[in-house]
């Protein structure tokens, strides 16, 4: 089992940026993909980014494309999205996700994803 825990968000003007850290503890060898997802009440859970955990290989939803980037810091077993030029549709609580290979379809499908992290709410205001 992989243990997340993700943190960073708060409230921000439009135009803004926030930096969102998940750290990642248990067993860490297992991690295939690192990912972050984002959600509003009442409407699913949309992919935002994802990282090969044993590579550079980073994937962007087309909306934050530009805009997020993704790393990680394999050290400290955690992964950051870093957010510049943010808009009030950016607003939602974001969660960190691992996958393993097992199972695993898709990098932005959130079936793949078997560990998650609390969530931390990034509000974005006019």
């Known amino acids: 089992q992989v243990q997340l825990v993700d943190s960073g968000g708060g409230l921000v003007q439009a135009g803004g940026s926030l930096r969102l850290s998940c750290a990642a503890s248990?067993?860490?060898?297992?991690?295939?993909?690192m990912g972050w997802f984002r959600q509003n009440p009442g409407k699913e859970r949309e992919f935002v980014a994802a990282?090969?955990?044993?590579?550079?290989?980073?994937y962007y939803a087309d909306s934050v494309k530009g805009r997020f980037t993704i790393s990680r810091d394999n050290a400290k077993n955690t992964v950051y999205l870093q957010m510049n030029s943010l808009k009030p549709e950016d607003t939602a609580i974001y969660y960190c996700?691992?996958?393993?290979?097992?199972?695993?379809?898709?990098?932005?499908?959130?079936?793949?994803?078997?560990?998650w992290g609390q969530g931390t709410q990034v509000t974005v205001s006019l």
């Open positions: 248990g067993r860490i060898f297992s991690i295939y993909v």
């Open positions: 996700a691992s996958a393993d290979p097992t199972g695993y379809r898709s990098y932005s499908a959130s079936s793949s994803y078997t560990n």
């Open positions: 990282i090969r955990w044993g590579a550079s290989t980073t």
